[in-house]
């Protein structure tokens, strides 16, 4: 099949994610892409294009690991999936306890074993394993003396996923609003990323637990950097505060882990950069290494203790590919390569590039803003036009005639790649990016 007809019959049938398909259709020249592997991805006409955002943030050992392919493949020959009602199996169970093993604060004596991460719960992606972190809270408060506590409470800015109970729990005003009559009612808390500093969305935080003890059933926060917010970083401290807080009226804190777990930013977990032990974390993306859908929720004992009992008291939740032996092996493999490949190590050498490289834009080309980085994400803003600005649209285009994909959040530009990209590839997509920017800011 040659590419127009790829294109043709895509723009016949394909409803794209967070797409405007009027313009869409009449305008746009897609990237048709025949394969991936490493940081790059091959188009129809035989261009290579480096992937600055690992596909949405998934692909953060590369396209196509020859491990990965490999425990899929063996994994496929074996069982692909059996439901995990009533059944189990090696690779849902080892996964589980590999898990754990590395979990914020597994490694601390000083925690109570009934703080420590010790369940896990299965799902399909970040959405899911949000939706269930929201229903565990809120059936847990429901069985154990307080069915008052309903309510959460979230951070302006965050994004927790698709899902009606993931959006509800949101706070990018352009993604709720639509849906603003479906959506559950939550107590939103400014950022700690916006100005005015932590504190202040920490006060916001302290205000609402006080005046809700007894309604709150968690604050849920994207720990460190929120994401789709424009690579939004904010003082660890707040999280600690957080926690401190969620500690004094005993309830719950949920670490939406979707995007900064597994060494995005540096640590394993963002919360490790931190030292908090939340009492759900919720995983996916990188978990199984850009091959499969595959989503995992950890849930300390006390938690777990919750659902303890009667058959009533069962968490009624479970996707029909819950534990699914590929995502599980996959991702047991992902965990295998982060050790013996010192995937962390590699993160650690590379971050300051990064972090050099946006500042060095901000401080040269005019018009930039907020040069920032952490671990293996760096970001600028060309403006301050949020979701649906333009900028980052035309440093896209401009990129993309260099040979880079590099998905912008509207006015911020950002990269977020492979976490095991090879220094010299690296260094070619920093160039990439700045010469992109310098058109971009120059035409202007
Ligand atoms: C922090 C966070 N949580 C949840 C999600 C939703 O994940 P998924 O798209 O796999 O459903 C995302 C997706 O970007 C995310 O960044």
Redesign the pocket.
């Known amino acids: 099949m040659n590419r127009a007809d790829i294109v043709a019959l895509d723009k016949r049938h394909v409803w794209h994610p967070y797409t405007a398909m009027e313009a869409y259709i009449a305008e746009t020249d897609p990237l048709v892409v025949v394969r991936a592997e490493g940081p790059y991805l091959h188009d129809a006409d035989g261009r290579r294009y480096l992937d600055a955002n690992g596909s ?3 692909s953060t050992l590369g396209h196509r690991h020859p491990r990965l392919v490999h425990a899929l493949v063996q994994q496929a020959q074996e069982m692909p999936h059996v439901s995990l009602a009533g059944v189990t199996h090696a690779p849902a169970a080892l996964l589980a306890r590999e898990l754990a093993a590395i979990a914020p604060g597994a490694e601390r004596e000083d925690l109570p074993a009934e703080e420590k991460l010790g369940r896990v719960f299965y799902s ?7 939706e269930v972190a929201i229903k565990m809270a809120a059936q847990h408060w429901a069985q154990n003396g307080r069915p008052k506590r309903t309510r959460f409470i979230t951070l302006s800015g ?6 009606v109970g ?1 959006t509800s729990v949101g706070g990018v005003p352009l993604f709720r609003e639509v849906f603003g009559p479906l959506l559950f009612d939550v107590v939103h808390v400014p950022s700690p990323a916006e100005e005015g500093g932590w504190e202040r969305a920490f006060a916001e935080v302290e205000r609402a637990l006080a005046a809700h003890p007894d309604e709150v059933a968690a604050v849920i926060v ?1 720990p460190v950097l ?3 917010a424009g690579m939004q970083l904010y003082a660890p401290d707040f999280l600690r505060a957080v926690r401190e807080a969620t500690r004094r009226v005993d309830t719950f804190l949920i670490a ?5 777990g597994l060494g995005r930013t540096g640590a394993r977990f963002a919360c490790d950069l931190a030292g908090v032990v939340p009492d759900m974390l ?1 995983l ?2 990188a978990l199984s290494g850009g091959l499969l ?1 595959f ?1 995992a929720t950890l849930a300390t004992e006390r938690v777990f203790a919750g659902f303890l009992g009667g058959g009533e008291r069962a968490l009624y939740y479970g996707h029909s590919y819950c534990g699914n032996p590929l995502g599980a092996a996959v991702a047991r493999e992902v965990l295998a390569i982060y050790r013996d490949e010192d995937v962390l190590g590699q993160v650690a050498r590379k971050a300051p590039r990064i972090a050099a490289a946006f500042q060095r834009m901000a401080d040269t080309l005019p018009g930039l803003t907020r040069p920032r980085a952490l671990g293996m994400v760096g970001a600028v803003d060309l403006g301050g036009g949020g979701y649906l600005a333009r900028s980052g649209w035309r440093v896209y285009e401009a990129a993309r005639r260099r040979g880079l994909y590099l998905r912008p959040l509207g006015d911020t530009v950002y990269i977020a790649p492979a976490l095991n990209l090879p220094d010299d590839t690296l260094d070619a997509l920093l160039a990439g990016v700045e010469e992109s920017v310098r058109e971009v800011v120059r035409g202007r």
């Not at 965050?158 to 899902?163: L, Q, V």
């Not at 939406?256 to 900064?260: I, N, P, S």
């Open positions: 949405w943030w998934v399909d992606d970040g959405s899911t394993a949000v965050a994004f927790h996923g698709e899902t993931a994207e929120q994401g789709a939406d882990e979707v995007f900064t919720c996916a993306k859908p989503a």
